[in-house]
């Protein structure tokens, strides 16, 4: 049973153009979780979704983000107009029934806006 | 809203005992997590205990939660080069919700 897939690992891109970072669950998972970790900092929790369905996303940036868990396929976080303090790394975790005992983590996407 | 916070940096010599230190703001706190972080790499889950609960311990690894003063600790063993890396504290008011972070505490384990 492979864990939490995230791709790509590493991801560069220009002021101003689009970030689409992916997450596949572990096998099993429905429960979709993304965070963002700021160099030096603690992860902050961005958004928790279901299959196709939001249920929280109190830490998303008003503008510019926007997150989905489609029926079949990966979760998505889309960065729309990177700025450079969009720069961090992206982490997702999965859970099987929501019970935060059982999170498993990505290994992230390391996004650099240049 | 909920606070949780860590120590940034502590440094051990092999062989000796390290102990990781966490308080936490949130009163509903239901599961308090310890993840490890190695560089570059996601956050692996050490052991998590719930608020019902005083003390773990699993194999190297001991958790004291003091829930009067909201005081969450980790105890590693016999510390090893191998466990340097980033300790985060976590917590949940309750199982399905997201995670609150500390900042971490950075590890140093020497020869």
């Known amino acids: 049973n492979a864990g939490v897939m995230q791709n790509p690992r590493h991801l560069v891109r220009r002021r101003g153009q689009e970030a689409r970072l992916r997450c596949s669950p572990m096998k099993g998972h429905s429960h979709v979780y993304w965070y963002r970790q700021l160099p030096e900092e603690g992860l902050k929790f961005m958004v928790y979704l279901q299959k196709e369905n939001i249920i929280d996303e109190s830490g998303m940036p008003k503008e510019r983000f926007s997150a989905e868990f489609p029926k079949e396929g990966p979760s998505i976080l889309r960065i729309q107009q990177v700025v450079r303090g969009d720069s961090a790394a992206y982490f997702c975790a999965s859970s099987q029934n929501g019970g935060g005992t059982e999170a498993f983590f990505g290994q992230g996407t390391r996004l650099t806006v240049v | 809203g909920e606070d949780v916070e860590q120590s940034l940096f502590l440094s051990v010599r092999e062989g000796d005992s390290s102990v990781i230190n966490c308080t936490y703001t949130d009163s509903s706190s239901t599961y308090l997590y310890w993840y490890k972080q190695e560089p570059g790499a996601g956050l692996q889950l050490l052991t998590y205990?719930?608020?019902?609960?005083d003390m773990k311990q699993d194999q190297r690894l001991t958790v004291l939660l003091n829930k009067k003063d909201k005081h969450l600790s980790l105890r590693i063993a016999d510390t090893q080069t191998g466990d340097s890396a980033i300790y985060f504290c976590a917590e949940t008011p309750k199982a399905g919700n997201m995670l609150t972070f500390g900042g971490g505490t950075r590890l140093m384990v020497k020869p």
């Open positions: 205990i719930f608020s019902n609960m």
